[in-house]
């Protein structure tokens, strides 16, 4: 478990048929900066990297958790590791904009 430079949020990294490197870790980490505007809300980061029984390629998880109980999954499937990282965060973002602007609104 890695938590989150400068904030509260948990973020769990796992492997299912897959061990992530170090490597793999800071790539994560560097990509999840982009997260820091949801310091306050954002309590925890799932994330489940699970390597395909047949062919080749990752499917990827990340289960959000916010601070009013809503939790929100998303998912990528990809043949490039950093590629699909970089890809998730990015939906991973779009989630925690989307649930702050709603909150906002009422």
Same mark, same amino acid.
Request: charged share 30%.
């Given at each position: 478990? *890695? ?8 973020? *769990? ?6 061990n992530?490197? !170090? %490597? ?5 980490? $560097? &990509?999840? @900066?982009?997260? @820091? ?5 954002? #309590? !925890?980061? !799932?994330?489940?990297?699970?390597? /395909?029984? /047949?062919? @080749?390629?990752? #499917?990827? !998880? ?7 109980? *809503? ?8 043949? %490039?590791?950093?590629?699909g ?5 990015? &939906?991973? %973002?779009? *989630?925690?904009?989307?649930? $702050?602007? $709603?909150?906002? /609104? #009422?």
């Amino acid at each position: 478990m *890695t938590i989150v430079k400068g904030g509260l949020m948990n973020l *769990t990294v796992r492997g299912i048929r897959y061990n992530p490197s !170090d %490597e793999t870790r800071e790539f994560l980490d $560097k &990509k999840l @900066q982009k997260l @820091q505007f949801a310091e306050g809300y954002l #309590h !925890d980061l !799932d994330i489940v990297i699970t390597r /395909e029984t /047949e062919g @080749q390629g990752f #499917h990827l !998880d990340a289960k959000l958790h916010f601070s009013w109980g *809503t939790i929100k999954m998303v998912s990528y499937d990809c043949y %490039e590791l950093y590629e699909g990282i970089e890809l998730l965060t990015d &939906k991973i %973002e779009a *989630t925690a904009r989307k649930e $702050k602007s $709603k909150i906002k /609104e #009422h």
